[in-house]
Structure formats: structure tokens, C-alpha cells
């Protein structure tokens, strides 16, 4: 296989990582609200951004290699977690699509004393890591989808899915000021959750596909 054709090929799995992982994790929560209000404080923002970004790209690698020697072993579950992932994402897609009717504000709280490195960490850990759908999106969700993929492109998946985190965090911690008056506009994020609804389906009718090859 010559390295064009292999480009070729890992790219569209490196972008499926990629757009899945985006359109998980841009939404209004407590930690986007929390890397907003350190960028916009300018507290610490390298180090939270750092330690988001690689949280999540341990989950998304111990979700991806976990599920992959687990699906490895059943290829009925693999095929019923594609589908149940598929109703997901189909369900989170309608939600956004809804949301995009009526959108709120993402807003940093005001706030307070300055917090130290070691107390920043820990509130990123526990916006992190103390929220269920971490779990559900990030290790299950993600990780069941990218484990279907080859083994030989399983890393452009999970390198994709973790970019997508570093992306994000970075335009959210150090485009903070510039970019809160954006975060503020309800009809900005009513545009940004009709993309993602839309993208969002499109990838459950492509997991429906993939599971059901004869569908």
C-alpha cells in the first residue's frame, strides 16, 4: 500500500474522530463555563486547557482499545452497541435540533478570589471526571464507534476524537475574551446546535449503515 493511498485512507476515520468527538463536547456545560471563566480571567489557562484536553484523550484511548478487544471477541455486540450508539446519536442530534429553537448562553460565572494552579486543577478534574456523560459519551459512545474501525486506524480515530478536544479547549481557554461576546448570543449557539443536530444524524444513519451493510 503506497503512503497516498494510506493517507487516503486513514483521513476519513481521522475526520469521522474528529467531528464525532466536536460535536459531543461543544455544548453549554459546566466545564466549558469553566474553561470560559479561567481563559477570561486568564487564570491558569494552560494548565486547565492541558489537563481537559488529555483527560479526555485517555478516555477516548481506554474506550476506543477497551471496547475494541471486548467487540473483538462478539460480533453480535459489536453490532448491537453500533446500533445503540446510532439511537444515540440520532437522539442527541434531534435534542440540538431542538435546542436550536430556543438556545441559551454559555457564560462564565463571575468570579471571586483567584483561584492557585493546584485548586484549578482540581475543579477541571471534578468538571471532568465527576460527570456521568463523560462515561456515556466520551468512553462508551466514542469508544464503541472507534473500536469498530481497523485495528491499523484505530489510532487516526482516537487522534482525530482527542484533536478535537485540544481544538476546542484552546479556542475556549485562550480565545476566551474574544470570543465570550460570541458565547453570549443565544442565536449563535441556536446556529451551532443545528449543525451539530445535523451532523449528528448524518453519522447515526452512517453507523446504521455500517452496522446493517445489506440495510
Known amino acids: 500500500m503506497t503512503p497516498t493511498l494510506s493517507t487516503a485512507i486513514a483521513f476519513p476515520v481521522f475526520f469521522h474522530g474528529l467531528v464525532l468527538s466536536l460535536g459531543l463536547i461543544v ?3 459546566a466545564q466549558n463555563a469553566f474553561v470560559l471563566r479561567q481563559g477570561l480571567r486568564r487564570e491558569h489557562v494552560g494548565t486547565v ?61 463571575p468570579g471571586g478570589s483567584g483561584l492557585r494552579r493546584g485548586a484549578a486543577i482540581a475543579q477541571a478534574a471534578a468538571f471532568t471526571l465527576l460527570n456521568p456523560h463523560v462515561y456515556l459519551d466520551t468512553v462508551l459512545l466514542v469508544g464503541s464507534i472507534g473500536a ?17 478536544s485540544l481544538l476546542w479547549f484552546v479556542l475556549l481557554g485562550f480565545g476566551a475574551r474574544r470570543l465570550a461576546p460570541w458565547f453570549a448570543r443565544p442565536r449563535a449557539w441556536q446556529v451551532l446546535d443545528a449543525l451539530i ?15 446493517l451493510p445489506g440495510s
Do not use: K
Open 27 to 29: 455544548a453549554i456545560g
Open 49 to 109: 486547557v492541558l489537563f481537559c484536553a488529555v483527560a479526555d484523550a485517555v478516555l477516548i484511548a481506554a474506550g476506543v482499545l477497551g471496547m475494541a478487544q471486548a467487540l473483538g471477541e462478539s460480533p453480535r455486540l459489536a453490532q448491537a452497541l453500533a446500533l445503540a450508539g446510532a439511537a444515540f446519536l440520532a437522539c442527541y442530534g434531534w435534542q440540538a435540533l431542538r435546542r436550536a429553537r430556543h438556545a441559551g448562553s454559555l457564560q462564565a460565572a
Open 148 to 164: 469498530q474501525q481497523p485495528a491499523a486506524l484505530r489510532g487516526w480515530f482516537i487522534a482525530g476524537a482527542a484533536g478535537a
Open 197 to 211: 443536530g445535523g451532523t449528528m444524524c448524518l453519522l447515526a444513519a452512517l453507523l446504521v449503515r455500517h452496522a
